[in-house]
């Protein structure tokens, strides 16, 4: 099946193209800094994957993506020549609350349940409904289906979603943790069994996907117990521009001090705070370790404080879980920076988790699922690339094919 998977940030887009019976990549697409001046769009097609940039300054992630939905129509390189050429839509939805517990068709009822979930991810849901509503128009026959980041983690049970306020407010207004980035989750686990040779099923695995955002569950026999982002992406890890967990009393403290808003306190918390807040330079990993390395005492502070609390959340599901048999690393940052999985280990060995510091080396390593700890190390550490696009198109699959 041919299926077009969707991952509308908000200020970023992700595409591919993917031929599910051949798990191929048929057309990757990625816009960034949305809404910027600064805002372009690569396309690129299969085999050889050349990249086109476009302008696309000005435009909103929705309307990049109908750029986009031109380009593949028009362009002689691309494997379609019309819209009802895609099979089906994968849509990435980082929250689905209590609504969506796996991947749904979009119909009239579920669009007016994911309406309702939009106050969840104020980032990252109405982008992505807007792309829904946008194609739902201009491709009415093809089945749009969301794959949800919160659907793996609706196994937790309620002493870790319950937050301890008064009962109240989680019946008034289903305040708990959700969690976020299932996909991945899901996936590093079953690689990190695949790797171990082992079933998923008789595993306690502490997964850890690191990006620009992050976050650390546990999986105890493949299910999640327990994840550090919580009723929205905000909560657990600091991140690349999110505080991750703070004294809640800090934001209405901030906020008589500076006499700002809510919306403001948002925007300070979402987009101002982590890694770029702490540093003072950059959200992005790469540009604070350049600056570490070069003496900048910020940056330096940034990676420390974001080793720390990596650490303090892999020590408490240690302690979660009955067992651990490995902790997996994924995405941008646990995937491609040797240097950080050594900060972050060195801090652990004592738990059993033990770095063989030779097979941590990304030379010609890039993009390997292994095995990175000693032989006799207790508990195994492995890396596993993300593939979130094929895991949604997969799902996006098995859920339309059900439908014939
Ligand atoms: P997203 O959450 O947007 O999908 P990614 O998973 O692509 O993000 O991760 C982006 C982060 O990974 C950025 O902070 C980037 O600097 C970091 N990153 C990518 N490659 C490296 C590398 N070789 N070393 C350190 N950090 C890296």
């Known amino acids: 099946m041919r299926?077009?998977?969707?991952?509308?940030?908000?200020?970023?887009?992700?595409c591919q193209l993917i031929e599910t019976d051949g798990k191929v990549s048929l057309m990757r697409c990625l816009a960034e800094k949305v809404g910027t001046p600064d805002a372009f769009m690569n396309v690129s097609f299969a085999p050889?994957?050349?990249?086109?940039?476009?302008?696309?300054?000005?435009?909103?992630v929705p309307e990049c993506l109908e750029k986009l939905l031109d380009v593949m129509v028009d362009?002689?390189?691309?494997?379609?020549?019309?819209?009802e050429q895609i099979e089906a839509v994968g849509n990435r939805i980082v929250a689905g609350g209590e609504y969506f517990s796996k991947a749904a068709l979009i119909d009239d009822a579920a669009w007016e349940k994911l309406k309702l979930c939009e106050d969840l991810a104020p980032l990252h849901n109405p982008p992505a409904d807007a792309c829904i509503a946008m194609m739902r128009q201009m491709m009415p026959e093809t089945p749009q289906v969301a794959v949800f980041d919160t659907?793996?983690?609706?196994?937790?049970?309620?002493?870790?979603?319950?937050?301890?306020?008064?009962?109240?407010?989680?019946?008034?207004?289903?305040?708990?943790?959700?969690?976020?980035?299932?996909?991945?989750?899901?996936?590093a686990a079953q690689q990190a069994a695949n790797l171990l040779g082992r079933p998923l099923r008789d595993l306690g695995l502490i997964t850890c996907h690191l990006g620009n955002g992050g976050s650390i569950t546990a999986?105890?026999?493949?299910?999640?117990i327990d994840t550090t982002m919580g009723f929205t992406p905000l909560e657990g890890l600091m991140m690349g521009t999110r505080s991750g967990s703070i004294d809640p009393a800090i934001i209405t403290y901030i906020m008589r001090r500076e006499g700002i808003s809510f919306d403001e306190m948002d925007s300070i918390l979402n987009r101002e705070s982590g890694i770029l807040g702490v540093s003072g330079l950059s959200a992005d990993m790469r540009d604070v370790l350049e600056a570490a390395d070069k003496g900048n005492e910020r940056a330096e502070l940034a990676i420390d404080m974001y080793v720390y609390r990596i650490q303090k959340a892999i020590g408490s599901y240690y302690a979660a879980m009955t067992r651990t048999d490995a902790v997996v690393m994924t995405a941008g940052i646990g995937e491609n920076s040797a240097e950080l999985r050594e900060r972050i280990f060195d801090g652990l060995a004592h738990m059993g988790m033990i770095l063989d510091k030779k097979r941590n080396d990304v030379t010609g390593q890039i993009g390997v699922n292994r095995?990175?700890?000693?032989?006799?190390?207790?508990?195994?550490?492995?890396?596993?690339t993300t593939d979130e696009e094929m895991r949604i198109?997969?799902?996006?699959?098995?859920?339309?094919?059900?439908?014939?």
Request: hydrophobic share 30%; glycine share 6%; proline share 6%.
């Open 151 to 187: 659907a793996f983690h609706t196994t937790m049970p309620p002493k870790s979603y319950l937050y301890p306020l008064s009962m109240e407010y989680y019946e008034k207004y289903r305040i708990r943790r959700y969690g976020a980035h299932g996909t991945s989750h899901r996936y």
């Open 371 to 384: 095995v990175i700890s000693i032989d006799d190390s207790p508990i195994r550490i492995c890396v596993v």
């Open 48 to 60: 050889d994957f050349q990249k086109m940039r476009y302008n696309v300054a000005g435009l909103s």
């Open 219 to 224: 999986v105890n026999h493949g299910k999640s």
């Open 75 to 83: 362009d002689p390189e691309s494997p379609i020549s019309g819209l």
């Open 393 to 404: 198109a997969r799902e996006t699959d098995d859920l339309v094919s059900q439908m014939h």
């Open 3 to 14: 299926v077009l998977v969707v991952n509308a940030g908000s200020s970023s887009l992700k």
